[in-house]
């Protein structure tokens, strides 16, 4: 028979929350691989990028542009990414309670926890990706237009003038195809590398771990939630950039998705996703490291637990 043994759930307080926050902003290293996520949106929209990888993509952008060229976009990424980062990851962690309190014992939360951990992603994603998304379309019309704007405030300020908030939301469900599998992957495969590594150790192995094996085990979690979260939403990612750069027929959203999708092709629409998951490893991972370092710098609390043992 199930049991139904009633378990503790941890009561975070708004204050933790913000700790959680502020954990995630102060982690959101986008901004160290701007140069990366640059030649990645331009081989990904320029036809004079079409046969490029990621070394020689950013040979061809320093020869052709400058090594300025490579931090275009800087004022969107780092307010996009701060502000999204800092929702998601409060969010996972507040949905993640929520869910698990739904399911109202543990042996039911443990059953369900990939569920658990797909909804919280999900979730959290969709509000923060309402902060993102305008962010986002400046930042790839500034560096898939050269000269658009100076700036973060001049290039909202024209997207906006131009198209409207419309314009600036024309990315939404695009995005939100785009960064919830992101972060679904980010999530729920970062919890099961942890959850597949420490089942398999002692209780006295646990006990007994050194800081360095500790950081190796988030590090290597980390790659590989990476690598899953850039494979899964590398299609719409690509479909984003062609988005936010005017391409596609009138009609609506999913038309415009539809027909994308159908001329970019399988391959087509995996064009740099070996830049994107180089990009995406090291974001995931240092994103984690940095989290969970000022999280208890901050004296956060540790998130609800629901692996199985």
Request: with cysteine; aromatic share 10%.
């Amino acid at each position: 028979m199930p049991s139904t043994k009633p378990f503790t759930i941890p009561q975070f307080s708004a204050k933790d929350y913000s700790s959680f926050a502020s954990a995630a902003r102060y982690s959101s290293s986008t901004v160290c691989l701007l140069a990366i996520d640059v030649v990645k949106t331009r081989i990904q929209i320029d036809p004079a990028y079409k046969t490029f990888g990621l070394v020689s993509g950013t040979r061809y952008t320093i020869g052709t542009e400058g090594p300025a060229a490579l931090l275009t976009g800087f004022g969107p990424t780092a307010v996009g990414y701060l502000a999204q980062g800092g929702a998601k990851f409060a969010g996972y962690e507040l949905w993640k309670v929520a869910l698990v309190r739904l399911a109202g014992d543990q042996e039911t939360a443990v059953k369900y926890r990939t569920a658990i951990y797909l909804g919280a992603a999900s979730i959290a994603e969709f509000f923060g990706d309402i902060l993102l998304t305008p962010l986002e379309a400046t930042r790839i019309r500034m560096v898939s237009q050269r000269g658009y704007a100076t700036g973060l405030v001049s290039g909202i300020t024209r997207l906006a003038r131009e198209g409207g908030i419309s314009q600036l939301y024309a990315g939404f469900l695009p995005i939100l195809c785009k960064q919830i599998p992101y972060a679904m992957g980010q999530f729920t495969v970062n919890e099961m590398c942890h959850e597949l590594v420490y089942r398999n150790m002692s209780e006295d192995t646990k006990r007994n771990l050194s800081d360095t094996s500790k950081f190796g085990i988030a590090l290597g979690s980390g790659i590989s939630a990476g690598f899953a979260a850039a494979i899964l939403s590398h299609p719409a990612d690509t479909l984003l950039s062609q988005i936010n750069k005017g391409h596609g027929p009138t009609g609506s959203m999913m038309h415009r998705l539809g027909v994308l999708a159908r001329e970019a092709g399988f391959k087509g629409l995996f064009a740099g996703l070996g830049p994107r998951m180089v990009m995406t490893a090291g974001l995931v991972s240092s994103q984690f490291l940095m989290y969970g370092g000022i999280k208890n710098a901050l004296g956060a609390p540790l998130g609800v637990e629901i692996h199985k043992e």
